[in-house]
């Protein structure tokens, strides 16, 4: 009896698994582009889906790459998803029979989906999140930080360096913009480690080096 309420204590410290009931949480995915945010997001909804529980996934709109009504990852991993213009609208599209509430790119829906969030996680649900948390300055990127802040849980995902191959946190934009918001994938982006993050505008050289690549790809998003 003993060792089993000390199981129970040591699983429901490291996992939302254990949660009896219909109580709902908030789950956060965050880290740089490539890092795999959109793929874990999807495998906790495939799990949701094994476990018998009826899932929905959402994005916004301005993610425009590959497809209006899939989840897609960087390496073409793809799920069905409802695209949404707003956090309100998650709510509006929301079937209420849905336990589990996956949102990709939480990054571009705004302070609104704080609370979006903390609403549907009060109804019980389970909110699943992903997006960046730092911006293309390195900068904590809104909402994502205050979500966080909310959440029951929190993986932190990382990607490879595209210069020296070690971890990497940060996402390094190769065009040229102050805009705090421009989309784009392999080409205009890519990982980068602290070390080798060069915020702001890149040099000319490193634009070169993009170049090729630039030409190269098709697909946009965050
Ligand atoms: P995110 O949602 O964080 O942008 P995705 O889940 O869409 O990431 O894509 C992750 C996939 O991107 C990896 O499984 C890998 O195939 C590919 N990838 C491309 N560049 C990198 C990189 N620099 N580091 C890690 N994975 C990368
Ligand atoms: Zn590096």
């Given at each position: 009896m003993r060792l089993r309420l000390v199981n129970m204590m040591l699983r429901s410290k490291f996992s939302m698994e254990f949660v009896a009931g219909n109580m709902g949480w908030i789950e956060v995915i965050c880290g740089p582009m490539f890092s795999g945010k959109s793929e874990e997001l999807m495998r906790r909804l495939r799990r949701a889906v094994i476990a018998r529980k009826r899932g929905q996934g959402f994005r916004p709109v301005i993610d425009n790459r590959y497809s209006h009504n899939e989840i897609v990852s960087h390496s073409d991993i793809r799920m069905r998803s409802e695209t949404v213009n707003s956090a309100a609208d998650i709510v509006k599209v929301l079937d209420w029979r849905t336990q589990v509430v996956g949102i990709d790119e939480a990054n571009f829906l705004g302070s609104e989906l704080v609370e979006i969030a903390n609403q549907l996680a009060d109804s019980g649900k389970q909110v699943i999140l992903a997006g960046l948390d730092t911006d293309y300055m390195g900068r904590p990127f809104s909402p994502v930080p205050d979500?966080?802040?909310f959440a029951e849980s929190i993986t932190k995902t990382l990607a490879i360096c595209m210069r020296c191959g070690n971890?990497?946190?940060?996402?390094?934009r190769l065009v040229e913009s102050d805009d705090l918001i421009v989309v784009g994938a392999a080409g205009m982006y890519e990982a980068r480690c602290r070390r080798?993050?060069?915020p702001g505008i890149p040099k000319q050289e490193y634009l070169e080096f993009a170049r090729p690549r630039i030409s190269g790809t098709g697909g946009d998003g965050g």
């Open positions: 979500l966080l802040a971890p990497a946190k940060h996402t390094q080798c993050f060069e």
